[in-house]
């Protein structure tokens, strides 16, 4: 059971990156998939989740109006896409499928997957 994001690297502010969320060992159609970060020195802040049919969204404030989260339930991927990116959203971005009656921040989650890196420059 394990997630595999990809996709990060290094923009300048006002740049794009699409994120991807991909399952293995398990079907991702079924779950809740969320998106977490961690900045250096700061605590990990959950950023956006989507509802397993794709139905519902959330995104957190700082995020709302610049990412999109969306799924593709038949080729099993997970999409974050980061438009007007700035340096505050330097960070390691996780995403993580959720089980059952969640909650964004604490879950109880199914599965993390490792990070993907995503440098913003000024």
């Known amino acids: 059971v394990q997630l595999q994001a990809s996709g990060g690297g290094l923009v300048q502010a006002g740049g794009s990156l699409r994120l991807s969320c991909t399952a293995s060992g398990f079907t991702l159609d079924y779950y809740a998939i969320g998106w977490f970060r961690q900045a250096p020195g700061k605590e990990r802040e959950g950023v956006s989740c989507?509802?397993?049919?794709?139905?519902?969204?959330y995104y957190v404030d700082s995020v709302k109006g610049r990412f999109t989260l969306s799924r593709n339930n038949a080729a099993i991927t997970v999409y974050l896409q980061a438009d007007r990116l700035i340096p505050e959203d330097t960070a390691i971005y996780y995403c993580?499928?959720?089980?059952?009656?969640?909650?964004?921040?604490?879950?109880?989650?199914?599965?993390w997957g490792q990070g993907t890196l995503v440098t913003v420059s000024s």
């Open positions: 993580v499928a959720y089980s059952g009656n969640y909650n964004y921040k604490t879950g109880p989650f199914h599965a």
């Open positions: 989507i509802s397993s049919n794709g139905g519902s969204t």
